[in-house]
């Protein structure tokens, strides 16, 4: 029986050191860790291994469930590969422990509370963002693509395929100008 350690943060200069040492003290084997989104599974290359891994009695371990997963789905889709292997899930700062019926109901509810807690982050963002336009100081991003340079080249007698390698853009985007322009 390994118990392994997964330790997660959302971006490069957050640091992972207080989740490793939590996990080194709870007795973890081996501990792999990653800076990456919550909020998919998807590119979690260090999460993808150990549950690849993972055998019959083994202990996965976390410090706290949403350093797992930021969605029911995904937290639910971890569990069923954590138990379809044998093993269980268990966190430090919270009383999860998926081998007792106590534990796997308070690791639902806990997943549902880190669902609800992104979805009102993107609430509060797409807030800011209506506030910031209405006030003239969002625009979005810049434009990549000098649309009037397109149209230039175009009426120079340019097909897209030269303008796109002039400008050093798709095809696609001269298309899109092009095609708006008219």
């Known amino acids: 029986m390994a118990v392994i350690g997964y330790a997660r943060v959302s971006t490069t200069d957050q640091d992972l050191?207080?989740?490793?040492?939590?996990?080194r003290a709870a007795g973890c084997d081996v501990i792999r860790a990653e800076?990456?989104?919550g909020t998919t599974t998807?590119?979690?290359?260090?999460?993808?291994?150990i549950l690849d891994f993972l055998h019959a009695g083994d202990v996965l371990m976390v410090t706290r469930i949403d350093r797992l997963a930021r969605s029911i789905g995904d937290l639910q889709d971890i569990v069923r590969q954590v138990r379809s292997r044998g093993a269980s899930l268990k966190a430090t700062e919270q009383p999860i422990d998926t081998s007792t019926a106590a534990g796997k109901c308070f690791l639902d509810i806990l997943g549902v509370f880190a669902e609800f807690e992104?979805?009102?982050r993107k609430e509060r963002q797409?807030?800011?963002i209506a506030k910031a336009k209405a006030a003239?100081?969002?625009n979005g991003r810049f434009a990549s693509v000098d649309a009037v340079r397109v149209c230039e080249m175009r009426a120079q007698g340019l097909g897209p395929t030269a303008i796109a390698k002039a400008l050093g853009i798709g095809r696609a985007s001269v298309y899109q100008v092009l095609e708006l322009g008219r």
């Open 136 to 138: 003239g100081v969002y």
């Open 118 to 120: 992104t979805n009102l």
């Open 17 to 23: 050191s207080i989740q490793e040492a939590a996990l």
């Open 42 to 49: 998807q590119g979690r290359d260090e999460l993808r291994i």
């Open 126 to 128: 797409l807030e800011g």
């Open 35 to 37: 800076k990456r989104s």
